[in-house]
């Protein structure tokens, strides 16, 4: 049975410790993580792909033979990394302060809630002699924040997680994100020619040009066939620098793009958008890819999918089925053929904000609805 007290105690005390990325500081809360997971009698192992950053893999072995429960476990993955802390807190964001029923501190919401969630259930399950057939895998994973690096996504290409289906926690209202746009990011290098600033026609101003290309970027409308959880495709210029003086002509300039792109698109068709406008100004470029992901969506009719519905109208919940406009590491699981959706408990517009939170009957209800499912899910 899910104990509120110790899950709320569980709430703060994983908050106290500082795990920011960067610059990436698990260590101590992943020897944490560890310790109580041995103690509630769980198969635990630490995987580490860079020193003092480990992730911590907790298993409740199922009833089935060994082969069988392990090829068809169900995985719960939240990340214990969180975002810097930042200025302006009126709250310790590393307190675990309590007041009004709400529990604050950096990464609250984002994703030591629904860690301690996660934590709560894995007990949960071992105290009350759960017996289930498969495998039911909690993996705390560190990077999330950054990129995953050194976290879900080597876990999943190294096979060291190979599960059935996953339940990535990390998101908030008991919502299933069943969808997701790709990311495309990437630094375009224009290339112009020098001059002094009082002959400039003697030049080629990299800096005009690359003004033009973002204005021609802006401009550009996507072919794409809509969809029903997601926002159409969106273009982002995060950040631009060049030139070397006032009075003289440019001749290098760099910018940085960001990309959402619907399913059904590509990356290596909206590169193809991305040159063709460049070229339409200037042959001399470069771009430089930095990060891609595709985009994801899921059947909503899949047994996943209904079991959590089911499960959490059970228990007096609706949950909605979202799309995410963002990345999440549910594309990483799409790479390895692994149905999975976007689950948690967290308060909505919190993540990554000063006075961070989250709430706790929130978090009380997503354990025991948490908790629920996994059984439900077995039973199918």
Known sequence: MINKKRLI???????????????????????????????????VKTVTYKPRRPNIIATLKGTWPRKKAAEEAILITPHFDTV???????YNPF????????????????????????MEVMRSLVEDKVRLKRDVIMAATADEETG???????LLEKKVLKPKVALIMDSDEFCAIIAQKGLFHCRVKIFGKKAHGAYNWRGINAIEQTAKIIEDIKKYHFDYRPHP?????????????????????????????????????TAKGALAVLKSIIKKTTHKFVVEIDDSQNPYEINADHPLIQTWVETCRKMGIKSQL?????????TFFKKQGIPAF???????????ITDEYV??????????????????????
């Open 148 to 154: 995953s690096h050194y976290g879900i996504v080597p």
């Open 95 to 118: 307190g675990g302060t309590i007041h009004q029923g709400l529990i604050y501190g950096r990464g609250a919401s984002d994703d030591k809630g629904n860690l301690a969630s996660c």
């Open 322 to 330: 979202k799309g995410s406009e963002g990345a999440t590491v549910i």
């Open 9 to 43: 105690t569980l709430t703060q005390k994983v908050i106290q410790f500082d795990s920011q990325n960067p610059p990436g500081n698990e260590w101590e809360l992943s020897q944490y993580i560890k310790k109580d997971m041995i103690s509630a009698g769980l198969s």
């Open 229 to 265: 959880l997601l926002r159409p495709p969106t273009k982002n210029i995060g950040t631009i620098k060049g030139g070397d003086k006032v009075n003289i002509v440019a001749d290098y300039c760099e910018f940085s793009v960001d990309l959402r792109y619907l399913p059904g698109m």
């Open 359 to 380: 709430k706790m009957d929130d978090l009380y209800r997503g354990s025991i609805v948490l908790e629920e499912f996994l059984k439900d899910f077995d039973s199918r």
């Open 84 to 90: 810097p802390t930042g200025n302006g807190w009126k």
């Open 342 to 352: 976007a689950t948690g408990f967290a308060s909505p517009g919190t993540a990554h």
